[in-house]
């Protein structure tokens, strides 16, 4: 048993004591605080009557009234930086604001299960979506050929840090007369030469997740220690990030809904598809049709394929399966363009379906018509429901939805993002998307979100040739007269809505017989529709626009599409812009249009440079990926996860990823229970007349507190905040007795069972591997506690410079701990069952702060 602190209380001024039968009692509580009450039976003697006047062993003499008003004054304001509590207090919050939804535990052998199909998942996703990187022993690497880098790159050397590449060339080394290839690298104070095959096992390109590509500074030769620090910070991050995902997928793995049925009408209607489907498309309808038929989880998958490779038939097939099973699908578009090609689609591939109800919400339709379509929606009488962001609205109500279709995800929102996310947990999601974002695509690639990838073009399929230039009219002129001769249509695409006049002008002259027109999203909805009706009907032969014509328009007759100022533009959006061309069997052209290539950033000239290397079909995928380098990882990992990543750089970042992912097993910490933690320190606090008076029920604060840290870390911060809004900053003896408390909970977190202190030694026994305490330990913003540290059999062990008096080794003792327990959200808990400890079963839990 932990020594306890032992607060004595005792009365005085009673008017008639001996009629008071004196009641004492050793009030125990878990924690090993002990404190002995004395009192009279049916009085409450912590109130603060004048008559009563509470007299105790304490430090502080202060008088009452000074007392109160010292801690009045005191509540007014904590400060964090000077108080340890408060300051890990906001820490706990923190990340508890991040993990407001609880996850589910798991049975034992559900554990198992999910950690080996995580693996299993990640190993066939990073085989089928990064086998160009797979090395020899089936670890993904992001490691850079020397031959591959050009002078003035920037790499990163995962030992040095970041240097400038200067180039390759031979030289002769100590050890051989032979001259062999070097590969010269600049760093901060002077040039370093690694041998061309060594440097291809030790260097990553070094790319930023924001704009600019320049690091911040060089690292140092002579002077590793910076690097280190930011290499283990981006650790950090990545062991959280992979924590943060397990919780996520261990959470759609808990959700339940019955396998939808499997019907004879399916196979009709999949007789009705007027194409021999290509191999990956094939193999994309089995994948569906699993998750749909086969599994109680809800669908959360990605289908990765090139504009016109099929994506769509794969979720016409999907939503036919919801729907006859009862339920509604949701077919949801970034633009009413898409959205009404959509419906027309689906219209058509279901019209021998009488039965099945298809309806288009949109702001084209009447009050009174949308009012109708609501009221179909909530009373099921509408089937399918096609529309754009407005059917994620409040006021759109679903009888018994069962599937949400979402097509180029990459278009919508951070609002319109996080509520498809909300219906993943819950209904059957199915994302379409030739470019994926990057999130999208990187929760694909580890494994944690099924994908399926159409990488094979149809048999009748041109790949679309690809021209950039710097503008100029003769070349537009001529683009279009090439078309226009052939009897096709022609797309002119800018970035904003101000120019298309200009352009439209300047085409009315060039060609005064041709049907020319303007769309963009700022249109009346009448005359937008009308226009984008008469270019599909080719009755308008040129159309000047916005990229509202990015995603989804199927016009086979239009081949060959102009884009000015595509430096503005960013990668996906220029590839899905190229993809509305080439739908048949000629040949499209794609004109890419720049200005003066010295006006733009290396970042657009490096876009460019990666579109056109990306001609042939099937390409959106590596161009998606491509794309994550150039244009940042905020809709990756957030803002905070973005600095982490930018220490390293992205490709680091990456191989740190997926070493971490096939390490989870490893990373893991085993809590133990709350009471089983002793703290052999002697100190024992004494409370000050004046503040057990202050409070309205001493004993009942005390026992509150042990009952808050006994629950978890969470409950002890929120007594704590409590006490201290109704009472002020406590007083010196009360911090002690709180920090003893904060000790054992995150002791109990932390794995360790015991904590002694032996002259200038301080030990912890502990449950923890060598290898979590090394990357707790690193993780230690404090060089102080981090130097001091060493683990040995089982055992945290640290030599003070002196032997501190109990009060400072507390504070030490706290102060350690909380720099250890910050780093607890990168770690997976393993909780041990006390029912069936014997039998070595456990139950796993995602850390919950």
């Known amino acids: 048993m932990a020594t306890g602190a032992v607060c004595i209380f005792s009365v005085s001024g009673l008017k008639d004591r001996t009629s008071l039968p004196e009641l004492s009692f050793k009030f125990q509580i878990s924690s090993g605080f002990s404190r002995l009450f004395s009192f009279g039976r049916s009085y409450n003697l912590f109130r603060r009557p004048s008559s009563l006047c509470a007299n105790a062993f304490f430090t502080e003499g202060i008088s009452v009234s000074t007392g109160r008003r010292k801690i009045q004054q005191s509540k007014e304001k904590i400060d964090s930086d000077s108080d340890p509590i408060a300051a890990l207090n906001e820490k706990i919050r923190r990340e508890h604001v991040k993990r407001e939804v609880a996850g589910p535990t798991m049975d034992p052998e559900e554990a198992e299960k999910y950690i080996q199909?995580?693996?299993?998942?990640?190993?066939?996703?990073?085989?089928?979506?990064?086998?160009?990187?797979?090395?020899k022993d089936g670890v993904f690497s992001y490691k850079v050929d020397?031959?591959?880098?050009?002078?003035?790159?920037?790499?990163?050397?995962?030992?040095?840090?970041?240097?400038?590449?200067?180039?390759?060339?031979?030289?002769?080394?100590?050890?051989?007369?032979?001259?062999?290839?070097?590969?010269?690298?600049?760093?901060?104070?002077?040039?370093?030469?690694?041998?061309?095959?060594?440097?291809?096992?030790?260097?990553?390109?070094?790319?930023?997740?924001?704009?600019?590509?320049?690091?911040?500074?060089?690292?140092?030769?002579?002077?590793?220690?910076?690097w280190e620090r930011r290499r283990i910070k981006g650790k950090i991050a990545v062991q959280k990030m992979v924590v943060d995902l397990m919780e996520l997928y261990l959470h759609r793995l808990k959700q339940r809904r019955l396998p939808h049925p499997k019907t004879l009408a399916m196979d009709e209607f999949i007789s009705q598809f007027p194409y021999e489907p290509t191999p990956d498309q094939k193999q994309a309808f089995i994948d569906v049709e699993k998750d749909l038929t086969e599994r109680e989880t809800p669908m959360d998958r990605l289908i990765c394929g090139d504009v016109g490779f099929g994506k769509t038939e794969v979720a016409l097939r999907a939503i036919f399966c919801v729907v006859s099973g009862g339920k509604q699908a949701m077919v949801l578009a970034p633009t009413i363009v898409l959205a009404k090609q959509h419906f027309d689609v689906i219209s058509e591939r279901f019209s021998s379906c009488p039965h099945i109800k298809v309806?288009?919400?949109?702001?084209?339709?009447?009050?009174?018509?949308?009012?109708?379509?609501?009221?179909?929606?909530?009373?099921?009488?509408?089937?399918?429901?096609?529309?754009?962001?407005?059917?994620?609205?409040?006021?759109?109500?679903?009888?018994?939805?069962?599937?949400?279709?979402?097509?180029?995800?990459?278009?919508?929102?951070?609002?319109?993002?996080?509520?498809?996310?909300?219906f993943k947990t819950s209904v059957d999601v199915l994302t379409l998307s030739a470019t994926p974002i990057p999130r999208t695509l990187y929760l694909a690639l580890t494994g944690f979100r099924d994908a399926s990838l159409i990488s094979t073009p149809p048999p009748e399929r041109v790949p679309i040739r690809t021209h950039l230039s710097p503008y100029s009219e003769e070349k537009v002129i001529s683009a279009i007269t090439f078309e226009l001769d052939r009897g096709g249509q022609v797309f002119y695409v800018l970035p904003r809505i101000k120019g298309l006049e200009e352009v439209a002008e300047f085409l009315e002259h060039s060609f005064p017989d041709v049907p020319i027109a303007i769309a963009h999203g700022k249109q009346y909805s009448k005359q937008l529709e009308d226009t984008m009706e008469k270019f599909a009907q080719g009755e308008t032969k040129i159309l000047i626009s916005t990229n509202i014509v990015e995603s989804g328009l199927d016009i086979q007759n239009a081949n060959t599409i102009i884009i000015q100022d595509v430096h503005i533009f960013g990668l996906a959006q220029l590839y899905q812009l190229r993809g509305r061309v080439g739908r048949a069997d000629k040949e499209a052209h794609a004109y890419l249009f720049y200005p003066d290539k010295a006006l733009l950033s290396d970042q657009a000239l490096e876009r460019l440079a990666a579109l056109e290397e990306c001609r042939d079909l099937g390409q959106g995928f590596q161009l998606a990926e491509r794309d994550m380098g150039i244009r940042g990882f905020g809709n990756i990992f957030g803002e905070q996860q973005t600095g982490d990543v930018g220490n390293v750089g992205i490709d680091l970042f990456f191989e740190m990823l997926f070493e971490t992912l096939s390490k989870v097993e490893e990373h893991?910490?085993?809590?133990?229970?709350?009471?089983?933690?002793?703290l052999d320190i002697n100190i024992n606090p004494h409370l000050s007349s004046e503040y057990i008076n202050y409070l309205d029920n001493p004993m009942k604060v005390i026992s509150e507190a042990e009952k808050a840290a006994e629950k978890d870390v969470w409950s002890l911060m929120q007594f704590t905040e409590n006490l201290r809004r109704h009472y002020g900053k406590e007083p010196r003896s009360m911090e002690i007795l709180l920090k003893k408390l904060y000790v054992r909970r995150m002791s109990a977190d932390l794995g360790i069972s015991k904590i002694y202190a032996s002259g200038k030694m301080v030990g912890m026994k502990t449950n923890m591997t060598k290898k979590v305490f090394k990357i707790m330990s690193d993780?230690?913003?404090?060089?102080?506690?981090?130097?001091?540290?060493?683990?040995?059999?089982?055992?945290?062990?640290?030599?003070?410079?002196?032997?501190?008096?109990?009060?400072?080794?507390?504070?030490?003792?706290?102060?350690c701990l909380?720099?250890?327990?910050?780093?607890?959200?990168?770690?997976?808990k393993k909780f041990q069952c006390p029912i069936t400890m014997a039998m070595k079963d456990t139950q796993y839990y995602l850390l919950q702060c």
Do not use: C
């Not at 199909?117 to 090395?135: E, N």
């Not at 104070?189 to 930023?208: H, I, S, T």
């Not at 009174?368 to 379509?373: D, F, L, M, V």
């Not at 540290?789 to 032997?803: D, T």
């Open 117 to 135: 199909m995580v693996r299993g998942q990640q190993q066939r996703g990073l085989q089928k979506l990064k086998g160009d990187r797979a090395a």
């Open 146 to 226: 020397p031959y591959e880098l050009r002078s003035g790159d920037y790499v990163v050397h995962k030992k040095v840090g970041i240097g400038r590449f200067v180039g390759i060339k031979y030289d002769v080394s100590k050890n051989s007369p032979e001259p062999i290839e070097y590969a010269f690298i600049e760093y901060a104070d002077g040039m370093a030469k690694l041998p061309v095959k060594q440097a291809a096992r030790m260097l990553y390109r070094y790319n930023l997740p924001n704009e600019t590509k320049k690091p911040r500074a060089l690292s140092k030769l002579n002077d590793t220690s910076v």
């Open 359 to 422: 309806g288009l919400l949109s702001r084209f339709q009447t009050k009174a018509e949308k009012e109708e379509y609501l009221a179909m929606i909530k009373n099921g009488h509408l089937d399918i429901i096609v529309g754009t962001h407005a059917l994620l609205g409040n006021r759109v109500v679903y009888n018994n939805l069962g599937l949400l279709v979402v097509d180029e995800e990459q278009r919508f929102g951070v609002r319109q993002k996080e509520k498809i996310a909300s």
């Open 668 to 678: 893991r910490v085993v809590p133990i229970p709350y009471k089983s933690v002793q």
């Open 779 to 815: 993780s230690m913003a404090s060089d102080i506690h981090r130097n001091s540290l060493v683990f040995a059999e089982k055992e945290i062990k640290a030599e003070l410079l002196l032997e501190l008096p109990k009060e400072q080794l507390l504070n030490w003792i706290f102060q």
């Open 818 to 828: 909380s720099e250890l327990y910050s780093s607890l959200p990168a770690f997976v």
